[in-house]
């Protein structure tokens, strides 16, 4: 059960483009993709460069639950990711934050993926599942040999429909909370 | 069953010290902390600043039976972590590694445990704990407020006997391996 990025993940990405590639550039970065689904009339873009508004990107978490923490905190530890995913609702003007995730690690070995979201009008469109599919292409071209998560219970299948192994080997998790 | 920074767990250590203190500053940089062990007649530092040998470093890794992976590779992950602790064996000319373990992560919400290792010949000696406590000692001093880890089946009663949680509320970790 290895994802395979071989395999038809990766050539799944629609090949219909709305969005101009000049400004597809400018307004999301290099490796900014656009995808198009039948049942939204605005296509949408993964992109690892374009800038986020930390209150928007609050916002975004607190939709699907996260607890609120200190924007200042929040701003750092953006700074101190490995690589940061923005899925954006197109607009040339103001393209609206409807998903996220974030990687940590030492960019080399290990990379773990953190807080992903995608805003709940949204939710069982594939837009996830794009999202996780864009974030593996892009750590793969850092070069990363490994990546791990954290999922709650209730968001397993979506990982294990995408090819992530649970705890191989009887691997465990384990936390450890400041107070 | 959190892990409570007040509690006992910090006080353990032994006030008991052999190794001059601008000797363990000299050798071992700041925050450096003998451990005297009755059934050894040498004492241990950990230490956060002590470079490492890349090669010595493998090769504890290897002893404990870790993959071999190349040095570059090494040497760029260990530069990317945001946390590396060392346990050594004192000697003032020539300490000798016998115990590690490194940290990737934001440095501020989340820090995540890699590559911990006891020499054998020292396993169930209690460095493997005093190690451990340390290194989550390092991380509450840096700011960081959740630590994880991926622990492999045989080592999980190590990390819930010190106040790991496993898994909490059904959460399970998934890996994804580059091909």
């Given at each position: 059960m290895f994802f395979n990025l071989g395999s038809k993940e990766f050539s799944?990405?629609?090949?219909?483009?709305?969005?101009?590639k000049k400004i597809l550039l400018e307004n999301y970065g290099e490796y900014a993709s656009e995808i198009i689904l039948p049942e939204f009339k605005d296509s949408f873009v993964l992109s690892q460069y374009r800038d986020f508004d930390l209150i928007e990107l609050e916002q975004l978490l607190q939709s699907v639950g996260w607890g609120r923490r200190p924007l200042r905190r929040v701003k750092r530890a953006l700074e101190n990711s490995i690589l940061k995913v923005g899925l954006w609702q197109h607009d040339q003007k103001f393209p609206r934050l409807i998903g996220f995730a974030r990687c940590t690690g030492d960019g080399i070995i290990d990379a773990t993926v953190w807080d992903v979201a995608i805003q709940p009008v949204y939710q069982g469109s594939g837009l996830g599942r794009r999202l996780m599919t864009y974030l593996i292409k892009r750590l793969k071209n850092i070069g990363v040999k490994r990546v791990t998560l954290f999922a709650d219970a209730n968001v397993i299948s979506f990982y294990r429909n995408q090819g992530w192994i649970l705890e191989p080997k009887g691997c465990k998790c384990a936390f450890w909370y400041s107070n």
């Open positions: 799944e990405y629609n090949s219909k483009h709305l969005i101009p």
